[in-house]
């Protein structure tokens, strides 16, 4: 992650190091900072997805920390204070998690990701830092805030259990839309894994570098916090190729953890299935580059 902050400020250097602006003393300082921006936005972060009984859980579920993923679209910024803007976000996000574990009474290790592609929007107010004294000033830093709203658009849970003491030894399934494939079986479900729409909040802070008069760049340390769960839990009805039909299938509510059904030791120690909300989560570093539409001052 260090790595890629610096190559991000060593491109934003050599940009500014070309700009066509003149921003000594005698120059021509007169670049709008008021009016409506629109550019491009992206950049990468880490995803998890959080569940206090997924995050309790002992070694049969490790959630990974470091699950790389990506995001972009366009961007819109309205600034009717020199240093207050209110604007939104149309984004291609990638999310999700990723895990690891081992269950010591089976001898199987666990290795699973899950990928969720929404279409997120979020709506936010921008600030960024402006000193009256010296309004052209080329470098502010910045913050943005506010909540957004995803539409899901397609998600996969990948899952594969190795046997420690002969990795030959496999099962491999995975669920995506409405859908449940093994090796030897597949399954159609009558609805859906994850709920279609998830809220939560934006939180960023950064700096904001003027290129030319008109186009600024700017460079976000950011994090997105769901505030609603992601999972379906209700009961659906899972029919299998084979003509068996489960009209019971609670896929959440009867594991002890995300891909992990209780065992024995569990229920002695009072396990209930009442699996709590799972939220997504994610922090990274996003960049935009907006044009200021018009010549406000």
Known sequence: MSRYFIGMMLLLTTIGARAQYDYSPNGRNDAPVLGMQWGIVGGGFTAMLTNRDDIDADERLNIEMMNFSYGGGIEGVYWFQRNV?????????QGG?????????????LDAKTTM?????PLM???????RYHPNRRTRFTAQFGPYVSMLLNYKDDVTLTYK???SIKNNYNFSRSKYVTKDLTGTLNGELYNPFELGF?????AELRLWRNTVVALNLRTDVGISDVENKKILTLDYSNGIRDTNFAFYSRNYAKFNAPNAQDVTEGWEPNRPA??????GAFISI???MGDYR
Request: proline share 2%; aromatic share 28%.
């Open 165 to 167: 003491d002969d990795p």
């Open 117 to 121: 592609t929404y279409a997120k929007i």
């Open 202 to 206: 934006v939180f960023g802070i950064g």
């Open 278 to 283: 799972t939220k997504n989560f994610s922090i």
């Open 290 to 292: 907006r044009k200021y």
């Open 125 to 131: 107010f921008y600030f960024k830092s402006y000193n």
């Open 97 to 109: 998690s990723k895990y690891s574990g081992f269950d010591s009474l089976s001898g199987f290790n």
């Open 85 to 93: 803007g209110f604007g939104g976000q149309m984004l291609y996000w």
